[in-house]
């Protein structure tokens, strides 16, 4: 993908689409995008195209789309991070090719989902998507939604992203206060942004910052997906400028507040 940064600077949650089908051409780029994506946990995220009309499949939030991708993974041990990594992937590169989407996990029948994407015991299914392209305007109920969750928001570095120890800011002068900045365009449910980053002896720590009610068996650990897709955005902009990282899960200690769980370290080689 060209222009990382403004790739994601651009990309908008879309409710609102037009009603034309995804070329097949752009159909085919997707789905085959789709199949070569992984993620640092060695845990495969199944990506099911699903045609809305074809199956009846709907959302109250939505007007406009024909097709929903949904993604499957295996219930274990930090699949939710997985998840939110390599549905996030998906999603940019679609936004690349001028194609809409919108992370839902709610605002839908997620029995009829759940059957159209074939989902097996064992598996959950935390959100699916509308793929298409976005309309000329927003419905009014698009409007309010957004405005209503603060979409265009978000918490300012200081708040997001520590120096050593938790509440000290970060301050970054060089090329990794772009990508910081990357992740902080991260979208996240309801735009809590529960991503925490520590710098600490040349790896970057990643935390969540939990809220109460994002957590059941269906979706998995909502705002553990949203640290996912921080990571991702971090390590596709250690990408785009050609720096090599290794991701370990090794919790280095750091005191931190007992709303907060350690999830991954980034070490920039």
Not at 14 to 39: K, M, Q, W
Not at 255 to 261: K, N, T
Request: negative net charge; aromatic residues 10%; hydrophobic residues 40%.
């Amino acid at each position: 993908m060209n222009d990382l940064m403004e790739i994601i600077k651009g990309r908008k949650s879309v409710r609102t689409y037009n009603g034309e089908p995804l070329s097949e051409t752009h159909r085919n780029l997707l789905e085959e995008y789709a199949r070569g994506i992984t993620d640092p946990f060695d845990i495969p995220v199944e990506f099911v195209f699903m045609d809305a009309k074809e199956l009846g499949l709907s959302s109250p939030v939505l007007s406009g789309e024909t097709l929903y991708v949904a993604g499957k993974v295996e219930k274990k041990p930090y699949a939710d991070v997985a998840f939110g990594y390599a549905f996030e992937k998906l999603v940019l590169y679609a936004w690349s090719l001028g194609i809409g989407t919108v992370w839902i996990g709610g605002t839908m029948k997620r029995e009829d989902f759940e059957k159209a994407a074939g989902l097996k015991d064992g598996e959950m299914m935390p959100c699916v998507s509308p793929l298409g392209y976005p309309a000329a305007k927003r419905s009014l109920k698009e409007t309010m939604m957004r405005k209503g969750v603060g979409a265009d928001n978000r918490i300012s570095p200081d708040r997001l992203f520590f120096n050593e120890k938790w509440d000290r800011p970060l301050t970054s002068a060089d090329e990794m206060k772009d990508i910081l900045e990357m992740v902080r365009r991260a979208p996240s449910a309801v735009n809590k942004q529960p991503w925490r980053i520590i710098y600490k002896d040349g790896a970057y720590h990643f935390y969540e910052k939990k809220d109460k009610g994002y957590v059941n068996d269906n979706t998995g650990d909502l705002q553990k997906i949203d640290v996912g897709i921080a990571l991702c955005h971090f390590t596709m902009g250690l990408e785009d400028l050609g720096k090599k990282y290794e991701i370990q899960i090794s919790d280095p200690g750091i005191e931190i507040p007992s709303d907060a769980e350690y999830i991954a370290s980034v070490i920039v080689l």
